[in-house]
């Protein structure tokens, strides 16, 4: 009964790891649609530039703040798929064992068992002086 409790534990545990990492692994193509999409607008205003020439200073730092831009969503898409690798691999891999600590066990009782007390000095041992 316990093992077949663990064993239904056990598959939920890797079910759900599978669901976290399906989940990352469309997130991650989300990411890079989203990359795809700024690079082609990109693309198409430098495009524009070229065919008309530079209209204004507004365009060039427009087109820097694109290509800005662009650097940013390439860096998550490609953090999103490693993330989305590493949640993979580590949904395939079986969980660890759970390891328990010995305990000690109690001194027995056939010993015999002595208290010594050892009375505080009084005084300071170096200087003599009351304050300790």
Do not use: N, W
Request: with cysteine; aromatic share 2%; charged share 30%.
């Amino acid at each position: 009964m316990i093992l077949s409790e663990r064993q239904a534990r056990i598959e939920a545990q890797t079910a759900a790891s599978h669901a976290v990492a399906e989940a990352l692994k469309a997130k991650a193509a989300a990411s890079s649609t989203e990359a795809m999409i700024a690079h082609l607008k990109l693309m198409i205003q430098k495009l524009r530039r070229e065919l008309y020439g530079q209209r204004s200073e507004r365009t060039a730092r427009l087109i820097d703040q694109m290509e800005l831009q662009l650097e940013e969503l390439e860096a998550k898409a490609t953090e999103d798929e490693l993330s989305a690798e590493a949640a993979a691999l580590q949904a395939s891999l079986p969980a660890p064992a759970l390891r328990r600590r010995p305990s000690r066990k109690a001194f027995p009782e056939h010993l015999p068992r002595e208290r010594v007390v050892i009375a505080a000095p009084s005084s300071c041992p170096c200087c003599g002086s009351m304050k300790l």
